[in-house]
Nanobody, 119 residues
Framework: QVQIVESGGGLVQPGGSLKLSCAAS????????MNWYRQAPGKQRELVAG???????NYGDSVRGRFALSRDTNKNTVYLQMNSLRPEDTAVYYC?????????????WGQGTQVTVSS
């Protein structure tokens, strides 16, 4: 069993900042990558940012330069620092953890945390 717990969402004014956390626990042998996705009402889920076990990061075009990933590998935790937030960043943010199991990559999802950017 693998548990994914997200925290840090909330309501913020445009231009403000929030920091999301995602912690993975349970039967984890090897984390391949940890990612943040988001889904706004009426839109498809999109990749926000991700970091591999080797430390390589990837950001969506709409957040590059405003959002930043960091991690604590000892705690299997990844953080998403979100700065200069815009109303269009409003969405439910989901943590996705890719775990290597033998020759497969298994995907685990958190329950999501709401981020609302509004004045």
């Amino acid at each position: 069993q693998v548990q994914i717990v997200e925290s840090g969402g909330g309501l913020v004014q445009p231009g403000g900042s929030l920091k999301l956390s995602c912690a993975a626990s349970g039967s984890i042998f090897s984390i391949y990558a940890m990612n943040w996705y988001r889904q706004a009402p009426g839109k498809q889920r999109e990749l926000v940012a991700g970091i591999t076990s080797g430390g390589n990061t990837n950001y969506g075009d709409s957040v590059r330069g405003r959002f930043a990933l960091s991690r604590d590998t000892n705690k299997n935790t990844v953080y998403l620092q979100m700065n200069s937030l815009r109303p269009e960043d409003t969405a439910v943010y989901y943590c996705n953890v890719e775990i290597a199991v033998l020759t497969k990559i298994m995907h685990y999802w958190g329950q999501g945390t709401q981020v609302t950017v509004s004045s």
